[in-house]
């Protein structure tokens, strides 16, 4: 077991977040996130009506999430083709942000929302799950509650908040994506790869909990800081 993180960081200390909101004028709704090396856009376009019309649900609107990373967001150039892991990762974010938006009130519509990535150092999925729920509050879209996510783990034998790349390549790593509506603490992702006892496995849940309520406070204060701005 080692005592220090790579980066200084304590055992459930997070990376450093910053959230902008508004960021793009075309879109209805958008945010820049940073955290730690991660950059990242979010745009929300919507509702509007599904197209090709077979593809509406009649009865309830639909969230297309589209993930992608940009060629330079990687060490060596990624393909901008989108991969298995774009397409993985657009579904299981896209389906986590629909257990918050109200789609109900929109039947056979679609919110479009594309998450762009500048850079990366692992927990892109929940970082991107995070900044698309204030993009889509900045769109002013229907939620029943924000959703907030956080990476928890293991590496080098500690349970750990945000794990960084070097961290998730570590002999004995275990990364697991979490989201949540902090509101309730309903789960709405939890995805993970590795090893974990029943004891760390409830460990790392309860720090991600509470990791989530102060990735929530960040959210709120960053729609806050858009209504300030306009009042101004
Ligand atoms: P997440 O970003 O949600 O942690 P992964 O665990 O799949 O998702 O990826 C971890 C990290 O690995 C990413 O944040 C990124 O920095 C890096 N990565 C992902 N895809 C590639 C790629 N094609 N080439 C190089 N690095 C990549």
Same mark, same amino acid.
């Given at each position: #077991?080692?005592?220090?993180?790579?980066?200084?960081?304590? #055992?459930?200390?997070?990376?450093?977040?910053?959230?902008?909101?508004?960021?793009?004028?075309?879109?209805?709704?958008?945010?820049? $996130? @940073?955290? &730690?090396?991660?950059?990242?856009?979010?745009?929300?376009?919507?509702?509007?009506?599904?197209?090709?019309?077979?593809?509406?649900?009649? !009865?309830?609107?639909?969230?297309?999430?589209?993930?992608?990373?940009?060629?330079?967001?990687?060490?060596?150039?990624?393909?901008?083709?989108?991969?298995?892991?774009?397409?993985?990762?657009?579904?299981?974010?896209?389906?986590?942000?629909?257990?918050?938006?109200?789609?109900?009130?929109?039947?056979? #519509?679609?919110?479009? +929302?594309? *998450? !762009?990535?500048? /850079?990366?150092?692992?927990? %892109?999925?929940?970082?991107?799950?995070?900044?698309?729920?204030?993009?889509?509050?900045?769109? &002013?879209?229907?939620?029943? /509650?924000?959703? %907030?996510?956080?990476? +928890?783990?293991?590496?080098?034998?500690? =349970? =750990?908040?945000?794990?960084?790349?070097?961290?998730?390549?570590?002999?004995?790593?275990?990364?697991?994506?979490?989201?949540?509506?902090?509101?309730?603490?309903?789960? *709405?992702?939890? !995805?993970?790869?590795?090893?974990?006892?029943? /004891? @760390?496995?409830?460990?790392? =849940?309860?720090?991600?909990?509470?990791?989530? !309520?102060?990735?929530?406070? $960040?959210?709120?204060?960053?729609?806050?800081?858009?209504?300030?701005?306009?009042?101004?």
């Amino acid at each position: #077991m080692v005592k220090k993180r790579v980066d200084g960081r304590e #055992m459930n200390e997070l990376r450093p977040i910053k959230i902008v909101p508004s960021v793009i004028e075309r879109a209805d709704g958008s945010a820049y $996130l @940073e955290w &730690g090396q991660n950059k990242m856009i979010v745009a929300v376009y919507g509702p509007k009506e599904m197209l090709p019309k077979h593809l509406a649900d009649s !009865q309830r609107g639909k969230i297309n999430f589209i993930y992608r990373m940009a060629p330079f967001s990687v060490p060596e150039r990624k393909n901008p083709k989108p991969g298995r892991r774009d397409i993985e990762i657009s579904k299981v974010v896209g389906e986590a942000l629909s257990h918050a938006v109200l789609l109900e009130e929109f039947p056979g #519509m679609v919110i479009d +929302v594309y *998450v !762009q990535i500048l /850079d990366s150092n692992a927990g %892109t999925r929940v970082a991107a799950l995070t900044a698309s729920s204030v993009a889509l509050a900045d769109a &002013g879209i229907p939620m029943k /509650d924000l959703v %907030t996510a956080v990476a +928890v783990g293991k590496a080098n034998g500690n =349970i =750990i908040a945000d794990l960084n790349k070097y961290e998730e390549d570590a002999e004995d790593a275990v990364d697991m994506a979490f989201a949540m509506l902090p509101g309730s603490e309903e789960i *709405v992702l939890l !995805q993970a790869d590795g090893i974990l006892s029943e /004891d @760390e496995f409830d460990k790392a =849940i309860k720090i991600a909990k509470e990791k989530c !309520q102060e990735v929530k406070k $960040l959210q709120i204060e960053a729609l806050k800081s858009k209504f300030k701005a306009l009042k101004e």
